[in-house]
């Protein structure tokens, strides 16, 4: 088994606890971690690399323990072998292109020498074009030249695998759809296995075998790129299926609007780069994924006026007590249903129990939108 993880942590304390518990087992030579931020993606990414110590479990990787709390086995992350890119990179201002990347291969706290060389440094300056960008500062960088000095400092030690956190994040639109398809180019080429962070449906298409759906601290197991719908209904959040009914083509962003089986509508925003890669037209089946921390109940609207685009009137069908909250599930209409987290003093306050009426309100911006295959 190439990755077998099981990692516990966690973190805070009171209201802003947050409890990473998260197993999963995969052959996959291209996983990626799929989830809104704050799903504990990065924290879980950290405890692989040994950046993060966990409170229990273990880490193994095609059957050797990098770490194992109950032997007290931790690998140091330079030992485990893995190259890591940072979301923001994490260049070092004060070295050029050069020094940075051979910094991938120099152990210690010393920095390489200005004139850094050797075949590994020469080998990825140049297989990543940066040979003429070598006495360059990060801060003389674009956003793309500065990834690929990043790329290129993760494998210039010759990793076993490659640990990616959001590696678009930071671009625009245009260089994003490059940039995507030449690291997928690259991977190819190095047959370099891969664990892949994001909460863009793009990014999972290009790149994933397996896909691993984060929500809360939790993960399903992994499932196959081919998952259409099936991929969220194996997770915590929400998933409504629907038409798209309008498209509204903003200067950044576009605005989907989702036509539900119950004759509702909810809104979302999503990047010009997402709607056009994912085929997001009007009559063109979508569905749409919202986390249930992100849901707002309301029991009675009266002559509210809120922000929020996304208003869902239905009937609470249950009320779970989990710890200090509940989850509450309304039905939306159309065979359709999502749940919100409340707290048990909400809960009692609203009179929220199996039928009585409700409404579930989020924001278009905490909707992500995907498509079936």
Known sequence: MRWDVA???VMGAGEHRFELDVAFRSDATRLVLFGPSGAGKTLTLKAIAGLVRPDAGHVRMNGETLLDTTTA??????????????QEYALFPHLDVRRNVAF??????????????????????????????????PDELSGGQRQRVAIARALVAEPSALLLDEPFAALDAPLR?????DLSALQAELALPIILITHDPTDVDAFADEVLAF???HAASPIARDFGRDLMKTSARNQLVGTVSAVTIGAVNDEIELALPGGQ???????RDSAASLGLVVGAEAFALVKASSVVVVADMGSA????RNQLA???TSVTPVAVHSEVVIDVGGGLSIAAIVTQDGVRSLGLAPGAPATAIFKASSVIVGVPR
């Open 215 to 217: 929500d809360a601290g």
């Open 7 to 9: 990692v516990r942590k």
């Open 265 to 271: 509508r909810i809104v979302a925003v999503i990047t």
């Open 73 to 86: 086995t931790d690998v140091p992350a330079r030992q485990r072998g893995f190259g890591y890119l940072f």
């Open 104 to 137: 991938g291969r120099d152990a210690g706290w010393r920095n390489p020498r200005r004139d850094a060389s050797g075949g590994a440094v020469d080998r990825w300056l140049d297989a990543l074009g940066l040979r003429p960008l070598a006495a360059r500062y």
């Open 314 to 316: 239905g009937s609470v």
């Open 305 to 308: 006026r809120l922000s929020a």
């Open 177 to 181: 759809s490059k940039l995507r398809a």
